[in-house]
């Protein structure tokens, strides 16, 4: 109690200049009608530029919430058509059985890591084993292939990009179904390149490529990019420069693809393959 009378008495000039400020300035603005004005304007300016502020953060949060619950809506119907729609056809003579089954199950995932200018470039996501995440699952996103799961832990997972020069996948043209391998050269990350298409083959800029369904990893049709330039070099085969549809500068939503019946798959194909 002491120490604050002795901190009144030596300040009380300056709570004293303060208080006739407040003052001087109440009366001033009470008979001067065009500066109230003035001060009112400027706080109602204040008021509403923070209310805009707050207004466009609370939409931002709102419109990210909804992506959200939209991504995860949109899994669930392409679980759900994956389960109404795909069939697997058993034929014995003239008789056939269709048995409902589902191929493949999508799980939604958030980009938290993600390079492009390496040679070997990878993407980590928020979702690991305990989501279901597995080695060699696919991931694309909704304008197209994205890459494969290199490594799982409990709760993350890091996927070996389309922009890494280990990464080989095989595509087909739409229009014809040619199909070759498509990779990645290191350079520019909206390109990757598309071998193995024999030259008599008609291929023309703007041609869509898509994923060939001929690996385990991914489904049959997902969007690759468009032909960009056709090059006919020396050798029996095109070199295709694919303008890439993802656009690994702006990754954010992705679905990790697991196919279910990739040992099955597997399995029969090794055995057939030791023949």
């Given at each position: 109690m002491r120490n604050l009378i002795r901190f009144l008495l030596k300040y009380y000039l300056v709570f004293l200049f303060l208080a006739l400020e407040v003052v001087s300035l109440a009366i001033f603005f009470q008979r001067n009608e065009f500066q109230r004005a003035g001060i009112l304007n400027a706080t109602d300016r204040l008021k509403g530029a923070y209310h805009q502020k707050l207004g466009n953060l609370r939409s931002y949060l709102?419109?990210?919430?909804?992506?959200?619950?939209?991504?995860?809506?949109n899994i669930r119907l392409k679980n759900e058509l994956g389960r109404a729609y795909e069939s697997e056809e058993i034929f014995f003579y003239s008789v056939h059985d269709s048995v409902r089954g589902q191929s493949y199950y999508y799980t939604p995932a958030r980009v938290i890591n993600n390079t492009i200018n390496k040679q070997r470039?990878?993407?980590?996501?928020?979702?690991?084993?305990?989501?279901?995440?597995?080695?060699?699952?696919?991931?694309?996103?909704?304008?197209?292939?994205?890459?494969?799961?290199?490594?799982?832990s409990p709760y993350f997972s890091t996927v070996l990009s389309v922009l890494n020069l280990d990464f080989r996948v095989s595509a087909r043209m739409k229009k014809n179904n040619y199909y070759g391998s498509l990779f990645w050269d290191g350079l520019d990350y909206r390109?990757?390149?598309?071998?193995?298409?024999?030259?008599?083959?008609?291929?023309?800029?703007?041609?869509?490529?898509?994923?060939?369904?001929?690996?385990?990893?991914?489904?049959?049709?997902v969007m690759v990019g468009v032909v960009d330039k056709v090059s006919r070099k020396g050798g029996d085969f095109l070199e295709i420069?694919?303008?890439?549809a993802t656009d690994f500068k702006n990754l954010v939503q992705v679905q990790v693809v697991t196919n279910l019946r990739k040992e099955e798959r597997k399995s029969i194909e090794n055995l057939s393959n030791s023949d």
């Open positions: 709102y419109l990210r919430e909804l992506n959200r619950q939209l991504a995860e809506e470039n990878y993407i980590t996501l928020d979702k690991g084993r305990v989501d279901g995440i597995k080695e060699e699952d696919g991931v694309i996103c909704p304008s197209g292939l994205v890459g494969v799961v290199y490594r799982v390109f990757a390149t598309l071998t193995e298409i024999p030259h008599h083959v008609d291929v023309l800029p703007g041609d869509t490529i898509l994923t060939s369904g001929y690996s385990a990893i991914f489904p049959e049709g420069r694919v303008r890439l």
